[in-house]
């Protein structure tokens, strides 16, 4: 079974300052998805990874693929609160399914 | 679109009692997946189904559960009897195939509560 790792899976950082979240998964897979939770609410597309060496950028959110490495990383810029949310990546297998990661629980303080 | 429609938004019942969730996928989206998610266990796929035919349960927990697609704009996910540990939200999702994407759409979620 594929298996999807998130680190940290806590991550609490100040306004203005830069972070990388971390995704490493188990099989090949050349496909794989942000997506976003705000507490309560349902989980929202962000990107979109469809080959190694992928990059994709919206605001101060930038998301990079190596499949080589078997690892995604979602850089977060000049944090903002309203950054602050939790955050999921997801594999796809050969077929359709998704095995999505832990989660990354972000809090951006003033 | 309305996007991903599901019903009722929260559920409160006691242990013993029927419960059924309602989804109502993306018009046009031909897979749809239920999950549960809790903070235990984070977000688990209970099981899924591809043009109406259920493709992998391997996720659903018991035979307490179970889930059906009677056409391609309505599915259910049915807890008989339910147990406080059921206590979670379900969140229902589609898809369909864009290229190599599959991007899953999810709806609101159902919050569950066994008492």
């Known amino acids: 079974e594929l298996k999807v790792e998130q680190n940290p899976l806590f991550l609490s950082m100040q306004e203005g300052k830069n972070y990388t979240i971390y995704c490493n998964y188990s099989t090949t897979s050349d496909r794989l998805y942000w997506y976003r939770q705000d507490p309560g609410k349902s989980l929202e597309s962000l990107f979109v990874?469809?080959?190694?060496?992928a990059v994709k950028q919206e605001g101060r959110l930038m998301a990079s693929l190596d499949t080589k490495a078997r690892l995604s990383t979602l850089h977060i810029t000049a944090a903002v609160h309203d950054l602050s949310a939790t955050y999921f990546c997801?594999?796809?297998?050969?077929?359709?399914?998704?095995?999505f990661g832990t989660g990354t629980s972000l809090t951006v303080i003033p | 679109d309305a996007g991903v429609i599901q019903s009722p938004r929260h559920e409160v019942t006691e242990m013993g009692q029927e419960v059924t969730l309602r989804c109502k996928p993306i018009s046009g989206h031909n897979s749809l997946f239920w999950y549960r998610q809790t903070m235990m266990r984070g977000l688990e796929l209970l099981i899924y189904f591809n043009n109406n035919v259920p493709i992998d349960d391997s996720g659903m927990p018991e035979d307490r559960f179970s889930a059906k697609m009677p056409n391609a704009s309505f599915s259910t996910l049915k807890i008989q009897p339910s147990e406080p540990r059921d206590s979670a939200v379900y969140f229902c999702?589609?898809?369909?195939?864009?290229?190599?994407?599959?991007?899953?759409?999810f709806g609101p979620g159902t919050r569950l509560t066994v008492t």
């Open positions: 999702a589609s898809s369909r195939p864009r290229g190599q994407i599959y991007e899953q759409y």
């Open positions: 997801a594999v796809q297998n050969t077929g359709n399914q998704f095995y």
């Open positions: 990874l469809l080959s190694n060496g």
